[in-house]
């Protein structure tokens, strides 16, 4: 399995990203897929977490109301859309995928990793 992040970039407070993540290889639809995010310093913490199976939605609450995760299962594909971004939400964005159908908001917990993605937003 292989993940391919993208769609990072500089945009000021405010502003809306979208982020893609693509799977390769083997896929499943008993698999969920997360995006986390790490800022300099701190640790890697859970953004947003789809089920392949059924489309359940998970957010932290951070970006509740903010972020809309989905998917497109005939491109193997995750989108994070990103709304009213802030300062806060700067980081490097991982997108990460774990057999079974439960988001889990740990890292740990999740086998394959795409390469991240910078997300830089301006006050």
């Known amino acids: 399995v292989q993940l391919q992040a993208s769609g990072g970039g500089l945009v000021q407070a405010g502003g809306s990203l979208r982020l893609s993540c693509v799977h390769s290889?083997?896929?499943?639809?008993?698999?969920?897929t997360a995006w986390f995010r790490q800022a300099p310093g701190k640790e890697r913490e859970f953004v947003a977490g789809?089920?392949?199976?059924?489309?359940?939605?998970y957010y932290a609450d951070t970006v509740k109301g903010r972020f809309t995760i989905s998917k497109v299962s005939a491109k193997n594909t995750v989108y994070l859309q990103m709304n009213s971004l802030k300062p806060e939400d700067t980081a490097v964005y991982y997108c990460?995928?774990?057999?079974?159908?439960?988001?889990?908001?740990?890292?740990?917990?999740?086998?394959?990793w795409g390469q991240g993605t910078q997300v830089t937003v301006s006050s």
């Open positions: 290889g083997r896929t499943s639809n008993d698999a969920a």
């Open positions: 789809v089920r392949w199976s059924g489309g359940n939605q």
């Open positions: 990460a995928l774990r057999w079974g159908s439960t988001v889990h908001r740990t890292a740990q917990l999740y086998s394959y």
